[in-house]
């Protein structure tokens, strides 16, 4: 066998973003034969501190702010997030093979491809649109950390829990909406468990800690020790999620489960497309007011199509 392919995963860190790039590159590498050799995935990251990185990405190369990387370049690189677009312009420029994720907000072919949301609406003969975004969910991945928690009952819930974000907003009222809808299922024996995220505000935490501490069927994972993210999505039997977390939202449905929206208030604007796609492609919808009856779809799997794309590019472009 050839010795495996460099690819370094570009991203500053926070897990939302580097996952839709390490999740494309785990994707490449397990879709490999002899044409498409395994990869060494390497994370490296950008600071989002400082002056220069509060600059447009062109600005900042253009400025000389350079993260230190390794000498030894890679065949392949990819990124997410803005602070990730100034080194990629600048390994295209050394003959590394880039792949953006995301609307870059600049021209795709700054890049070699560009794999963006359908709801960015971009185009051209580098960029692959997809339903949502990339992610490393996988039925094997799941099964991996299936043994991090252990339901009780017949019937699992998950409820993945955002909050305020640009787009929507999480006020007392929203709260105790969807908090009867969790009393609800309790009442009726279901056993949930539950997540929050860094955007989720005070009082909703507060809230959630409440039903942890009254009910044995309610468990609130609350960020202390090892994450059981991937644990909650093996185990569940519906998925409920804050319409703020785009990512979620894909990355629930690429389960091939019942995947419901927990509304908020706000104006969604361009997410309402991907409402829409992932309504029509894996029966989402809202969770308040709605028949909780689930329907079958097939589990959603962009990342692999991102994968054989970019896969495709790069043969003919190296």
């Given at each position: ?155 699992t819930a998950v409820f993945l829990i955002g909050g305020k974000s640009k787009t929507h907003d999480y006020p007392q009222a929203t709260i105790h909406a969807h908090a009867e809808l969790i009393t609800d299922l309790l009442a009726s024996g ?40 991937f644990a909650y999505l093996h185990h569940a039997d519906m998925i409920f999620v804050t319409e703020d977390s785009t990512n979620m939202l894909t990355e629930a449905c690429t389960t091939g489960k019942p995947v419901f929206r927990l509304p ?55």
């Open positions: 066998m050839s010795e495996p392919l460099t690819c370094w995963v570009l991203s500053d860190g926070r897990r939302g973003i580097e996952n839709q790039a390490l999740g494309l590159a785990e994707a490449m590498s397990g879709h490999f034969t002899a044409e498409h050799p395994e990869l060494d995935i390497q994370s490296h990251y950008m600071s989002r501190k400082g002056l220069l990185a509060r600059l447009p990405a062109g600005l900042q190369r253009l400025l000389g702010r350079n993260p230190k990387l390794p000498q030894n370049l890679p065949q392949i690189a990819i990124g997410c997030g803005r602070q990730a677009i100034a080194p990629l312009l600048d390994l295209r420029a050394k003959g590394v093979f880039t792949v953006y994720v995301q609307d870059p907000r600049m021209s795709p072919d700054r890049f070699d491809v560009v794999i963006a949301p359908e709801h960015d609406a971009l185009s051209g003969d580098n960029v692959l649109s997809i339903i949502g975004s990339t992610n490393r969910i996988t039925p094997q991945r799941l099964a991996q950390d299936q043994d991090m928690i252990s339901p009780n009952g017949d019937r279901w056993e949930i468990y539950l997540t929050s995220s860094r955007r989720t505000p005070v009082p909703a935490y507060k809230y959630f800690s409440l039903f942890d501490d009254e009910f044995e069927n309610f468990h609130f994972y609350t960020g202390r020790g090892p994450n059981p993210y908020m208030p706000g104006q969604p604007g361009k997410f309402q497309m991907l409402y829409n796609a992932l309504e029509a492609r894996c029966r989402v919808r809202s969770a308040i007011g709605t028949d909780l009856t689930p329907q079958t779809y097939a589990p959603l799997n962009e990342t692999k199509r991102a994968a054989a794309f970019v896969w495709d590019k790069f043969h003919k472009t190296v």
